[in-house]
């Protein structure tokens, strides 16, 4: 028989990025008393990895738990950028409503639909949090009607938009039930999950039923799986059965050894846990996301939606440059291949599939922040290695013809760079949907819709075009007819004679053809990009050539040579420049862009083939 269990809530918080989702658990955590008094608390403290930190994104979802008036809620905490949607997907499957945030001045964003559109296909109630009601130019009123709006577009039912809308300061730590009143506390949240997000349901006398949403991994212990008890209970030695919905012939008998339940930021032991908690088990090794665990005598897998396709692929290699395996502790083929397969213990939306070669590995994901992250991560842990430029992944539809992953592309740009910005993305294929004015006229706000391809390198343009005040939200938007060819760069590489090291004499004259990417003294090899030119073709210069001395000195001979600054370039920056027949050679240290053929002879002759 189905009975809920009303000591405990299970609640995702998402919202588009930047909207202030870690912010408000930070809140929600030190309201229910999870730090004693005096205790140090980081801000945004669920942000744990270094680069979440440093961007001030999430990236990976995070589960936590904290106390209200006898009540358990269990909060998780969720990523907001397109790329990594996978993540959100999976969540919402341990959860029995959602708490949606949206920014007083900003309103409703892409990603805030997308995220939306998940959770009310699962039929999940929503709490609508207008968050930054604080901000001097925060405009609740408008916003809650702008949220009601994407609610009817993205047809939800009647009890859905029957949904309470909750006016919050996370900073200041306060929310209240009306725009006009600013409350003193988080109450008013925290009542509103209690009353509108349904208890779990399950029946506790029938057998176990866990579906595993997220894998958590640790060296010590191994993978650990993170989902909901549906059904039955959950105990310490008890035997299972792992099964899938998607694959029926799986069937493996394993022991739990282990079991957590999440209080406040720690995972504590139990020996059992019933209907509706959320837990951590430990000791499986073949658990994955979309698993269920159950009793033999009642093997029924839970139905789990495939995870969205990945989108984008680069090639992952072993580095071979004149300069490779100077910084790196991780080096060879076998290193990359056991990390990059590692990911895929805890990465769902991620795809690594091995190539002709044993030096090099296909890596798919859901965009390029995706990917550059993944990189990131790698080159911090000591790993080096070189990565081709980004490419879509095409299909071919039932007609036999090709088709590539599209993007709608949401741009709030000041009125004065509007035409700029649509001139660019008119190069690449993107066709402008609508166009209106936002923000009492002040800025335009653009819709595209653009292949994926015609994304790739343009953020950095977008920046510069812009002066730093546009911004660009992208959401993934199915398949469509391949648009024809687009031209990725108008402009050439600069690329180095002769290997040695660079000096001020030769950059100097090497500075007249382009903008430079290096400084004095740094190593440079032939085929390696010292920088970027102002013609559309490729320039060889020397960069190590020295002044050469003579009897007589000039009038000019002790003028001090002027460089001007190089630009120094991130790694997304330097993904978005690397053209097809470029690599970017990743290492601890440094970032270096390189033709794929280092040899300048054999390259021509691989042009002149195209």
Known sequence: MRQRREDVRNVAIIAHVDHGKTTLVDEL?????????????????????????????TILSKNTAVMYKNTKINIIDTPGHADFGGEVERVLKMVNGVILVVDAFEGAMPQTKFVLRKALELKLPVIVCINKIDRPEARPDEVVDEVLELFLELDADDSQLDCPFVYASAKAGIASMDAGQPGTSMEPLFESIIDYIPAPEGDPDT????????????????????????????KVNQEVIICNHHEPDKQLRVKVSKLYEFDGLNKVEVKEAGI??????????DIHIGDTLCSPEKIEPIPFQKISEPTIAMQFMVNDSPLAGQEGKYVTSRHIRDRLFRELNTDVSLRVEETDTTECFKVSGRGELHLSVLIENMRREGYEFAVSKAEVLYRTDENGK?????????????????GAVIEKLGQRKGELKNMGSISGGVYTRLEFSIPARGLIGYRGEFLTDTKGNGIMNTVFDGYAPYKGDIQYRKQGSLIAFEAGEAITYGLFNAQERGTLFISPGEKVYAGMVIGQTGRSEDIEVNVCKK?????TRSSSADEALRLTPPRILSLEQALDFIDTDELLEVTPGSLRIRKKILDPTLRKRAAMRK
């Open 29 to 57: 955590l030190k309201q229910s008393g999870v730090f004693r008094e005096g205790q140090e608390v980081a801000e945004r403290v669920m942000d744990s990895g270094d680069i979440e930190r440093e961007r001030g994104i």
């Open 207 to 234: 057998g176990t039923q866990v579906l595993i949403s997220t894998i958590d991994y640790n060296e010590y212990v191994g993978r650990i799986g993170v989902g909901k008890v549906d059904n039955g209970s959950i």
């Open 276 to 285: 509706g908690s959320i837990v951590a088990i430990s000791g499986i090794n």
């Open 402 to 418: 090709r088709t590539e992953p599209m993007e709608l592309c949401y741009i709030d740009v000041p009125n004065e760079f509007s």
């Open 547 to 551: 002044k050469q001395l003579t009897n």
